[in-house]
């Protein structure tokens, strides 16, 4: 069998050091040379298990003592080192474990001040947020990713793009929807560019739901999808192609600050046009009247899933076109907020998202069900919120299913208009939440999971309160 063989220098030395031996005093004691050990403690020569055996053995040590933690520092390092501040300066693998294994303390370190660093960024963060929500412009700029730019861009403008609107009016026939879209696009498809289009199975295209191959001017489209999210992965590449010009009329509207920021909002501009393709305007928008804002009935209609037709729900905000001002919050079950976006800009200040008192976080353990509450903010303010998981493209054997839960939300002064006003429990009283648990300032709540930085915590040794995070 062969020997299984170690570097672990900088870990030997430390041993040494520590029990203040020279090398050719600990050489002559585990019965090998000083020269050898230099070698070692330089990682120019191996461990081997005899000698590990005889290190353990001639100095009472845990073999486990000697595996040292260089592994799990250098994953930690990675991720200081990806940090935005540090763009760029990103070390290879192979640098970042010789950091870890050779000066652990310095490692150590790092990683303290990158945690305090962190920590006080989201202290900052906490405080600009309670201040603009009182009216005071902190001027204080955080370093994001463009990913969080963009997040930021939506978040804060409303979710209506005239442009594409009017562009996708103009190109989709009256009443063209689900299957007759289907047939509509791959025609148009076929004629003005000669691309066809081929399902493929998951074994064959693994890692994409849609892709094109410009050689052979086909576009593959993945069976991990339903029929009606294929629908919506042809309207996007038809997009691409259909509405080049409306999409960068709209670009031109926004102040965005690099060119991976603008890669990204025109991905996402891409997605709405083809939002917008399953759903024309002003359809969508008579339709939501008929059916008093149904989702379940609207996806129905059009031939879209509920997470497309309660997305649409949020975008119609045309002058003198407009809809109820709905918006939503897409969240995972590590308690992620993957999306947020609303008709007028997603109210962020009042309704917040990261209340774990939110029923959306409910909606996780009961798949596919529609859940329909009231919910209460810090300032006394009312939303109906319509809660239900989606699950993503079917998963290959040995995935584990993607599911998400979506939070569709508009103020309670509306709920008369809807559908779900008839459904609501009367008298139901509304939920009390926050925007979070940092800001939050709601006494007795069993669901807190942070100090509030406003308050001192409590701590009187003589009551037990709610929380650990209880406060005066």
Same mark, same amino acid.
């Given at each position: 069998?062969?020997?299984?063989?170690?570097?672990?220098?900088?870990?030997?030395?430390?041993?040494?050091?520590?029990?203040?031996?020279?090398?050719?005093?600990?050489?002559?004691?585990?019965?090998?040379?000083?020269?050898?050990?230099?070698?070692?403690?330089?990682?120019?020569?191996?461990?081997?298990?005899?000698?590990?055996?005889?290190?353990?053995?001639?100095?009472?040590?845990?073999?486990?003592?000697?595996?040292?933690?260089?592994?799990?520092?250098?994953?930690?390092?990675?991720?200081?080192?990806?940090?935005?501040?540090?763009?760029?300066?990103?070390?290879?693998?192979?640098?970042?474990?010789?950091?870890?294994?050779?000066?652990?303390?310095?490692?150590?370190?790092?990683?303290?001040?990158?945690?305090?660093?962190?920590?006080?960024?989201?202290?900052?963060?906490?405080?600009?947020?309670?201040?603009?929500?009182?009216?005071?412009?902190?001027?204080?700029?955080?370093?994001?990713?463009?990913?969080?730019?963009?997040?930021?861009?939506?978040?804060?403008?409303?979710?209506?793009?005239?442009?594409?609107?009017?562009?996708?009016?103009?190109?989709?026939?009256?009443?063209?929807?689900?299957?007759?879209?289907?047939?509509?696009?791959?025609?148009?498809?076929?004629?003005?560019?000669?691309?066809?289009?081929?399902?493929?199975?998951?074994?064959?295209?693994?890692?994409?739901?849609?892709?094109?191959?410009?050689?052979?001017?086909?576009?593959?489209?993945?069976?991990?999808?339903?029929?009606?999210?294929?629908?919506?992965?042809?309207?996007?590449?038809?997009? @691409?192609?259909?509405?080049?010009? &409306?999409?960068?009329? /709209?670009?031109?509207? +926004? *102040?965005? $600050?690099? %060119?991976?920021?603008?890669?990204?909002?025109?991905?996402?501009?891409?997605?709405?046009?083809?939002?917008?393709?399953?759903?024309?305007?002003?359809?969508?928008?008579?339709?939501?009247?008929?059916?008093?804002?149904?989702?379940?009935?609207?996806?129905?209609?059009?031939?879209?899933?509920?997470?497309?037709?309660?997305?649409?729900?949020?975008?119609?905000?045309?002058?003198?076109?407009?809809?109820?001002?709905?918006?939503?919050?897409?969240?995972?079950?590590?308690?992620?907020?993957?999306?947020?976006?609303?008709?007028?800009?997603?109210?962020?200040?009042?309704?917040?998202?990261?209340?774990?008192?939110?029923?959306?976080?409910?909606?996780?353990?009961?798949?596919?069900?529609?859940? @329909?509450?009231?919910?209460?903010? &810090?300032?006394?303010? /009312?939303?109906?919120? +319509? *809660?239900? $998981?989606? %699950?993503?493209?079917?998963?290959?054997?040995?995935?584990?299913?993607?599911?998400?839960?979506?939070?569709?939300?508009?103020?309670?002064?509306?709920?008369?208009?809807?559908?779900?006003?008839?459904?609501?429990?009367?008298?139901?009283?509304?939920?009390?939440?926050?925007?979070?648990?940092?800001?939050?300032?709601?006494?007795?709540?069993?669901?807190?999971?942070?100090?509030?930085?406003?308050?001192?915590?409590?701590?009187?040794?003589?009551?037990?309160?709610?929380?650990?995070?209880?406060?005066?």
């Amino acid at each position: 069998m062969a020997e299984q063989k170690i570097f672990a220098g900088p870990r030997i030395r430390r041993i040494r050091n520590g029990l203040e031996l020279t090398q050719a005093a600990m050489a002559a004691e585990i019965g090998v040379s000083a020269s050898y050990l230099n070698l070692i403690e330089r990682n120019q020569r191996p461990l081997t298990v005899q000698l590990l055996l005889k290190l353990a053995a001639t100095y009472d040590l845990d073999l486990e003592a000697l595996k040292g933690e260089a592994a799990g520092d250098q994953t930690a390092l990675k991720e200081v080192f990806a940090d935005p501040l540090l763009t760029g300066e990103l070390p290879g693998n192979e640098e970042l474990y010789e950091i870890a294994e050779a000066a652990p303390n310095a490692s150590s370190g790092i990683l303290k001040l990158y945690r305090a660093y962190r920590e006080s960024q989201d202290r900052l963060s906490d405080l600009s947020t309670l201040l603009a929500q009182e009216g005071h412009d902190t001027g204080v700029a955080t370093k994001h990713l463009p990913s969080d730019e963009v997040r930021e861009l939506f978040e804060n403008r409303p979710y209506c793009f005239p442009w594409i609107e009017d562009a996708v009016q103009d190109f989709i026939p009256e009443r063209t929807y689900g299957p007759e879209l289907w047939v509509f696009l791959l025609d148009w498809l076929r004629k003005n560019h000669n691309i066809t289009v081929q399902k493929l199975p998951v074994h064959v295209m693994p890692q994409h739901l849609r892709r094109f191959d410009k050689h052979t001017l086909r576009l593959f489209i993945s069976d991990r999808l339903s029929p009606v999210e294929q629908l919506y992965e042809l309207a996007a590449e038809v997009t @691409l192609l259909a509405f080049p010009q &409306a999409i960068q009329e /709209e670009l031109n509207l +926004l *102040t965005l $600050s690099s %060119d991976e920021t603008h890669r990204l909002v025109r991905n996402e501009l891409t997605r709405y046009a083809a939002l917008a393709m399953l759903m024309p305007y002003g359809a969508f928008l008579r339709a939501t009247k008929t059916l008093k804002s149904d989702v379940s009935a609207l996806a129905a209609r059009f031939g879209v899933s509920f997470e497309r037709a309660a997305m649409r729900m949020t975008t119609l905000n045309r002058p003198n076109q407009a809809g109820l001002p709905f918006f939503l919050m897409e969240v995972d079950h590590a308690g992620n907020i993957l999306r947020r976006s609303g008709v007028k800009g997603y109210p962020k200040a009042r309704f917040g998202g990261s209340c774990p008192k939110l029923p959306v976080y409910q909606a996780l353990i009961q798949p596919r069900q529609i859940q @329909l509450d009231l919910v209460e903010t &810090a300032d006394s303010t /009312e939303f109906f919120v +319509l *809660t239900r $998981s989606v %699950d993503g493209p079917q998963p290959a054997l040995g995935e584990h299913i993607r599911r998400t839960a979506l939070l569709l939300g508009c103020a309670a002064e509306h709920l008369s208009e809807t559908i779900y006003g008839e459904h609501l429990d009367e008298g139901k009283e509304p939920i009390p939440t926050g925007t979070s648990c940092r800001l939050c300032e709601r006494q007795g709540c069993l669901s807190r999971a942070e100090a509030p930085i406003t308050r001192p915590l409590g701590l009187d040794e003589m009551t037990t309160g709610l929380s650990v995070f209880d406060f005066n």
